[in-house]
T-cell receptor, first 115, second 114 residues
Framework: DSGVTQTPKHLITATGQRVTLRCSPRSGDLSVYWYQQSLDQGLQFLIQYYNGEERAKGNILERFSAQQFPDLHSELNLSSLELGDSALYFC??????????????FGPGTRLTVL | DQQVKQNSPSLSVQEGRISILNCDYTNSMFDYFLWYKKYPAEGPTFLISISSIKDKNEDGRFTVFLNKSAKHLSLHIVPSQPGDSAVYFCAASVDAGNNRKLIWGLGTSLAVNP
């Protein structure tokens, strides 16, 4: 158990809909990262927050947005969903800003299926 | 442009033998490298890392070697065990101004056969 929790575990929805994925970081971790893993693909970094502020953006679509709340939990909002958005979405957390040397601890992921 | 490449999508090894997973990178500014392991239906877990100022780091059965001139690193698992069967991701870190950026490879699926 990494200490990072993600809800829901599975999500099935239809094209055009909007969903929200939730992540609670490990106690004491200030950074939260979101990743997407599609079938046969590696981990695609989406976005990073540190103590409530956006710090880095990766390959995140404009239809996607995220935020980190004062209690440090984070939500990833996916809207106007398309079939290609079906993937595993992982949240990770780390103590500080140094996303490289600072070990990232991953949650179990949310499997999103868009029908 | 894939800056971190794991050219072997899969690898199969006999239990007790050595597993060697390879990773190549293109950006000479990467200064820290990490390996993560991922089991199905779970998130990746950190395995081992190496700083660019070193050429070897060892942790039990796991050793990572870094060849900076060749921009190549490898993960050795000796001896391999069936429980090592997982997807292994190589990641490289670079200073991105007020933050650090972590670039991931696509992973290598290791199967250790009893």
């Amino acid at each position: 158990d990494s200490g990072v929790t993600q809800t829901p575990k599975h999500l099935i929805t239809a094209t055009g809909q909007r969903v929200t994925l939730r992540c609670s970081p490990r106690s004491g971790d200030l950074s939260v990262y979101w990743y997407q893993q599609s079938l046969d693909q590696g981990l695609q970094f989406l976005i990073q927050y540190y103590n409530g502020e956006e710090r880095a953006k990766g390959n995140i679509l404009e239809r996607f947005s995220a935020q980190q709340f004062p209690d440090l939990h984070s939500e990833l909002n996916l809207s106007s969903l398309e079939l290609g958005d079906s993937a595993l979405y992982f949240c990770a957390s780390s103590v500080g800003l140094a996303g490289g040397q600072d070990t990232q601890y991953f949650g179990p992921g949310t499997r999103l299926t868009v029908l | 442009d894939q800056q971190v490449k794991q050219n072997s999508p899969s690898l199969s090894v006999q239990e007790g033998r050595i597993s060697i997973l390879n990773c190549d990178y293109t950006n000479s500014m990467f200064d820290y490298f990490l390996w993560y392991k991922k089991y199905p239906a779970e998130g990746p877990t950190f395995l081992i890392s190496i700083s660019s100022i070193k050429d070897k780091n060892e942790d039990g059965r796991f050793t990572v070697f870094l060849n900076k001139s060749a921009k190549h690193l490898s993960l050795h698992i000796v001896p391999s065990q069936p429980g090592d069967s997982a997807v292994y991701f190589c990641a490289a870190s670079v200073d991105a101004g007020n933050n650090r950026k972590l670039i991931w490879g696509l992973g290598t699926s290791l199967a250790v056969n009893p």
